[in-house]
């Protein structure tokens, strides 16, 4: 066979280890020739991820000036320059700079994923060619290398193993598998075997935690497993997160609304006979005020602000528009271990001397049987202590050594009574370990393993008769609860065997009991997954571990009832997407999925409207994590690819932390939503001011320098001060927003109308009231009643719902201090001589004064009238999304 007939895909797992070394054409003894390695590598390439070419940083900055509303800004910015307006067109050109800059950085940090995965294959490994090991970097590997691996190797290639001697490798950052797995070179029967129990395997970016290994290398570069991992990850585009599709909807049709309406301004005057420079000044000022040019800016000032109280509550931001799409999300995908559980092995059932018990007794105050079997727990492991006094070793046997301190062993006393003098090592085909332990002329061998195994060599009990069948019946059981089940047996012995060897002495022995371990839930769980569903969302665990470990977690937590449904990897395969679209509905537990699984779930999650966070902390996960709406990656066991793809990393590894920042994103959300409330409420205040004016054969009731003035003191410290409003009440009581819902939804577009014309009203009534006893000043009142209103209109908008009597009008700080200022510079305006000439006012008096201060708060009445009818029900009935009725029955 030549070396181009090598195949790129095979199931290399069912072909005995010979009949692979056959296929790739080398013998494991010698290895490749290096004539062979420079032909394979001419056709493979070298053993490196590829990364896709990503934009260029010149395309990226480009893109964040793209947007519909930037467009119209810019537009606004070169019109204010054209008629003088020149700090006006200052201010819209910085705040589109600083959300660029922003942006470009944001997406900048999102192309780094491939990178990251790339640096995992920087290894070196040892390789046998013409009979020589040689030490080579990890991109020097060929198909058909013989490669040789020890404890602590980075497997650099997938290889298919020829020799296993105690081996185990931590998969979990590929496969999701929560503990290390053993290996073999036994050939397996089923060729579509997913990849964590493909036992005679080795796939390149897991590690070798124990044992030595030989294997011949049956994959390189982009055909290993990681590299299929990166091609997905190239080809996943960052997803827009919901704020920013309604702000393009919104902002198109703002742009288009405004300058119709512009225009109509223009033409009415010009048929009362108004000076046409004159209002095609007013014309354009109008369509700059009416448009929210703050409104880039106070969405990017509320994400930052939230990014930074997320970090506080442990969760850090990566893609700061990604911080306002939590609030958005209406079902979690989360990852099991270490996410919703701790992610530490605890033991937590025993059976022993015929009893079972939740915890160990203590060894004061129980009977003999007991106290061996404990004594067994202390001994028999690989365990030991660091200078800080941690226990360091595998997490099984830490879970079991912790046991038995707890019922009240005095370790270091027991390990000077009892030393070990021999030991036979656990071997995965027999699946035992056992050590010798002598104390004066008592020899005792204690042996642990897998329940099966270990009772296949027990001849009797050390609490009566031994019944096999019944003791693998409660193996069992735990196993089908989700419990580790481990069990252990002793033999005295008169003197230490001559030769030790598994097969004698590993026999006749005498049961002790069993433990039943399990990674326990994290205790703020549960809580936060009752949250989850108060909420309106779905979570679901997807995981790599084992179903009945998964469904037990499940149950334990709170997200499923008793017997739920589990679908596994095999069974999503024979799955079709209309099949899988019906389970969707009501599973919400998968075990030993894939990561192209995983991106199929999200997919068609997504199809059917819905958004979807994903966490994940293995390579694995990464495709999954940059295709959901936001990619959930963890801080603390999360690899630097499951980092680099996420929107956001969870310092603690937390799923509680998950809905904190769901709370979060809620009311950056609502926060967003009230600046646009008032933007546009009082914009429109402005534009009915203007409108209807000549329609009520009144004058021009306000200036171009008015118009742009207003817009700059009351859009500017004010609106900006909004997105420091606390959360909404009953914030996680009420359902996500509908994927097609419009950003001024919910009431906020008859407000902004109704408001706009109270608003509008009211300044045209100051006008008609000033002209009618001949107030000479009465555009300088109309100038501030417009002002006043504004500013009374943002403090009664803080809340939807709650009254601004109950809220407490000191409870934001912040907005309480731009409104002081805006009436001090409103007032400075009025008052100091230089202003009057650049504005065009003049000083009121005390009672013109106080018209203009008592009018706006017609407003707030107004307001509250509309609060009260609005928690009765009586309005925006079937809109109300904060009617608990609402909230959709997930489980």
């Known amino acids: 066979m030549s070396t181009t007939d090598i195949p790129e895909d095979h199931a290399f797992h069912v072909l005995k280890a010979e009949d692979v070394c056959m296929l790739l054409e080398v013998t494991p003894d010698r290895g490749l020739t290096s004539e062979e390695v420079a032909r ?78 790339k640096r995992m294959g920087h290894a070196m490994v040892r390789v046998r060619r013409e009979e020589i090991a040689h030490l080579l970097t990890a991109a020097e590997l060929v198909p058909g290398d013989i490669v040789l691996l020890e ?10 193993l020829l020799e296993a001697i105690d081996l185990e490798v931590d998969e979990a950052a590929l496969t999701g598998e929560s503990v ?25 970016g897991t590690l070798t935690t124990r044992g030595r290994a030989i294997g011949v290398v049956t994959a390189t570069g982009m055909l290993t497993e990681l590299g299929k991992i990166a091609a997905m990850l190239s080809s996943e585009t960052v997803q827009k997160t919901p704020l920013q599709r309604r702000l393009a909807v919104f902002g198109r049709k703002l742009a288009l609304s405004i300058l119709a309406i512009c225009t109509i301004i223009f033409v009415a005057g010009l048929l009362r006979g108004e000076d046409a420079i004159l209002m095609f000044l007013t014309a354009i000022s109008l369509a700059v005020a009416a448009i929210p040019e703050a409104l880039p800016a106070v969405v990017t000032i509320a994400l930052a602000l939230g990014a930074r109280r997320m970090v506080h509550q442990h969760a850090l931001m990566r893609r700061l528009p990604a911080a306002e799409t939590l609030g958005s999300v209406t079902f979690i995908c989360s990852d099991k271990t270490g996410t919703l559980t701790r992610n530490i092995m605890h033991a937590e059932l025993f059976y022993a001397a015929g009893a079972e018990y939740p915890t160990l007794p203590l060894l004061a ?18 365990v030991e202590r660091n200078l800080a006094g941690k226990l360091i070793g595998d997490p099984t046997e830490i879970a079991l050594l912790q ?60 609490a009566g008769q031994l019944d096999h069948a019944v003791m693998l019946d409660i193996a069992n059981h735990w196993a089908s609860r989700g419990y580790r089940v481990i069990a252990y047996a002793y033999r005295d012995w008169a003197a230490l065997p001559q030769h030790i060897h598994a097969n004698s002495v590993e026999q006749g022995l005498t049961f ?28 679901v665990m997807i995981t790599g571990d084992h179903p009945a470990t998964a469904r037990a977690i499940a149950e334990r937590i709170g997200l499923v009832h008793e017997h739920a449904e589990v679908i596994t990897g095999k069974q999503l395969e024979h799955l079709t997407d209309e099949e899988l679209a019906d389970h969707i509905k009501h599973v919400q537990i998968y075990a030993r999925v894939s990561p192209q699984q995983k991106i199929r779930l999200v997919q068609l999650l997504q199809q ?14 990464a495709p999954a994590l940059k295709k959901a709406d936001i990619g959930v990656a963890m801080g603390k066991k999360g690899t630097d690819v499951a980092r680099e793809a996420a929107d956001m990393v969870l310092m603690d590894d937390n799923f509680a932390t998950i809905v904190h920042a769901i709370r979060e ?14 933007a546009m409420s009082s914009n429109s205040g402005e534009i009915w001011t203007l409108f209807l004016a000549p329609f009520l054969d009144l004058p021009i009731p306000l200036l171009p320098i008015h118009i742009l003035w207003i817009n700059l003191v009351t859009d500017g410290l004010p609106g900006l001060a909004l997105t420091q409003e606390k959360a909404e009440q009953g914030i996680m009581q009420r359902p996500p927003r509908h994927p097609q819902e419009s950003i001024v939804a919910h009431g906020m577009w008859q407000y902004i109308l109704w408001i706009g014309l109270l608003i509008g009203a009211l300044s045209l009534f100051t006008q008609a009231w000033a002209l009618q006893n001949n107030i000479e000043n009465w555009q300088t009142m109309i100038f501030t009643v417009l002002t006043f209103s504004q500013l009374v209109n943002v403090l009664a908008i803080r809340s939807e719902t709650q009254s601004l009597f109950t809220m407490g009008w000191s409870t934001n700080r912040a907005l309480i201090g731009a409104v002081l200022l805006t009436v001090l510079l409103q007032l400075s305006v009025i008052y100091i001589p230089l202003f009057n000439d650049i504005f065009h006012t003049a000083p009121l008096s005390a009672e013109e004064l106080l018209f203009c201060c008592t009018m706006p708060w017609i407003v707030l009445l107004a307001t509250e009238i509309e609060k009260w009818l609005r928690r009765r029900g009586i309005i925006y009935r079937n809109s109300n999304r904060f009617c608990q009725a609402d909230i959709r029955k997930k489980r």
């Open 403 to 462: 046991a038995a301190l707890d019922a009240g062993v005095v370790y270091e006393v027991l390990s000077k009574a009892w030393p070990r003098i021999a030991e036979i090592a656990f071997d995965s085909d027999r699946k035992r370990m056992t050590t010798f332990h002598q104390s004066n002329e008592q020899l005792l061998a204690i042996t642990k393993g897998a329940p099966e195994q270990v009772l296949e060599q027990c001849t009797s009990h050390i």
């Open 512 to 539: 002790l009991g069993l433990v039943g371990l399990m990674d326990p839930p994290r205790d703020e769980v549960p809580a936060a997954v009752q949250e989850c569903y108060q909420a309106g969302i779905t979570p």
């Open 151 to 160: 404890a602590g190797n980075m497997v650099p290639a997938d290889i298919r």
């Open 40 to 117: 394979r590598r001419q056709k493979f390439g070298n053993n490196e991820i590829v990364e896709t070419a990503g934009h260029p940083w010149w395309r990226i900055l480009f893109d964040q000036f793209t947007d519909f509303m930037i467009l119209v800004l810019i537009a606004a910015a070169i019109v204010s320059s054209v008629v003088g307006e020149f700090t006006d067109a200052t201010a819209i050109l910085v705040i589109l700079l600083l959300n660029a800059l922003i942006g470009f950085a944001q997406e900048l940090r999102a192309e780094q994923a491939v990178a990251a995965l």
């Open 608 to 621: 059917r409207g819905e958004y979807v966070a994903m966490t994940g902390d293995g390579v694995n996960d």
């Open 365 to 382: 105050d129980t009977q003999s049987e007991v106290k061996l079997f404990t004594h067994a727990l202390a001994l028999n492991h690989d």
């Open 665 to 678: 994103g809620r009311r950056l959300y609502d926060n967003v939503r009230k600046f646009i409330k008032y």
């Open 180 to 204: 290390p797995v053993s290996k073999t070179i036994d050939s397996m029967q089923d060729r579509d075997a997913i990849l964590a129990e493909q036992h005679n395997m080795l796939f390149r």
